[in-house]
């Protein structure tokens, strides 16, 4: 009998501010974790504003003590919806993608 590999993608695990929330400060961050290790010269993240206006500081990185961690600095944010979108390429040559939106809200 053979077995196949599994095909492994970096699936989206959990996110500061989480997906779908609504958070009473602007975060400084944004972070996603993933279930897989990224390549960090393929894996990017950006946020943008209700006008598609990209508004993070332009500087995805992988965190070098955890590589399932992405993450992305913010400037203050405005109350308003933002949505995140990413990219990455997992250690096992698998690129995955995907988008959330959260909220920031007036205190």
Not at 66 to 87: C, E, I, N
Request: proline share 8%; glycine share 4%.
């Amino acid at each position: 009998m053979l077995v196949s590999p599994a095909n492994a993608h970096a699936r989206l695990e959990r996110a500061v501010p989480a997906a779908g929330s609504a958070v009473r400060a602007s975060p400084p961050q944004l972070k996603l974790w993933f279930t897989e290790r990224l390549e960090p010269a393929f894996s990017k993240v950006q946020v943008f504003d209700r006008n598609g206006k990209q508004v993070d500081k332009g500087n995805p990185e992988v965190d070098r003590a955890d590589a399932k961690l992405l993450q992305v600095s913010l400037p203050t944010l405005a109350p308003g919806t933002y949505r995140v979108k990413w990219r990455v390429l997992s250690v096992d040559t698998h690129v995955s993608k995907g988008d959330f939106t959260f909220n920031v809200v007036a205190p």
